[in-house]
């Protein structure tokens, strides 16, 4: 089995400092995709370069304080890819992959951090220019080698992907455009929605994000926003998902998947 689990930090330091390592200890994963890293890489020497024993791999933002992903893999890969090839998005620190590549097979693991665009209409354009980038390119590497792409996407695909469907149709992630690129992807695009193969039906104990106003995470007034997406033969590999919400390290919760791999 392959324990992958995925968390939206919103910065490494504050999750850890919320216990985040411990439960890692727990878990033992064998990769752990993780988004809005929220540091340079002097901020992760000595400190942060293995997360639960794990050497891990970075795509960070020049920012300070910005977004980053990283990808900590008990797994030796075989190369890493940092970026997309976009100044503007590569600038920002949204894209990791880890290629684990044999003669006879080639697989990669993806965390990767879609923009949000609930600060305004700027930010809502530059999610549209990413999700027309990342398509095309995810595209292209399906014809090439299975992917896990494991991630914070921003986008609630459907009704059951968030408490209050009806009030936000017109907000940043649950917006008829972004929903219609999510359905794109998932038809014709070849990926599969792992946690909605498993848990087709879930409404509540899907969500993995919850607003900050509000007691939205007591109430469980929430969002799902966290994807892992998968080319067909390791979305088969599937056996189990779980959100986990008994501890809080962010405002996202970790999404963790068990795969036949």
């Known amino acids: 089995m392959l324990t992958l689990t995925s968390l939206n930090l919103n910065g490494i330091r504050s999750a850890t400092n919320k216990g985040l390592e ?6 033992q994963p064998d990769c752990i995709c ?11 020497a ?9 050497p891990g791999y970075f795509h960070l933002a020049e920012k300070k304080g910005y977004s980053g992903v990283g990808i900590y893999s008990r797994l030796l890969p075989s190369d ?25 097979q080639q697989r990669s693991i993806i965390s990767c951090y ?29 014809h090439q080698r299975d992917f896990i792409l494991c991630g914070d996407v ?32 998932l038809t014709e695009g070849g990926l599969f929605d792992v946690y909605r ?14 607003s900050n106003r509000g007691q939205a995470y007591a109430k469980n007034v929430g969002w799902r926003l966290d994807y892992h997406l998968a080319t067909p033969t390791l979305a088969a590999q599937a ?21 036949t791999i």
Do not use: C
């Open 22 to 27: 411990a439960w890692l200890a727990a878990l």
């Open 34 to 44: 993780v988004q809005e890293v929220k540091a340079q890489a002097a901020d992760l």
């Open 46 to 54: 000595d400190r942060f370069e293995a997360l639960a024993g794990l």
């Open 80 to 104: 890493v890819i940092t970026g997309l090839g976009d100044a503007e998005f590569d600038a920002e620190g949204r894209y990791v992959e880890l290629r684990f590549d044999t003669p006879q």
């Open 114 to 142: 879609f923009p949000s665009g609930s600060s305004g209409p700027e930010r809502q354009l530059a999610k549209y220019r990413f999700l027309d980038l990342i398509y095309p390119h995810l595209q292209a590497l399906r």
């Open 154 to 185: 921003n986008i609630a695909h459907q009704q059951i992907d968030l408490k209050n469907w009806k009030s936000n149709q017109k907000n940043s992630g649950f917006l008829p455009e972004e929903r219609a690129w999510m359905t794109r992807l």
């Open 197 to 210: 193969q498993l848990e087709p039906t879930a409404t509540d104990a899907s969500y993995t994000w919850w």
């Open 239 to 259: 056996r189990s998902v779980s959100v986990y919400k008994a501890q809080k390290f962010s405002d996202h919760a970790p999404v963790t998947v068990q795969y």
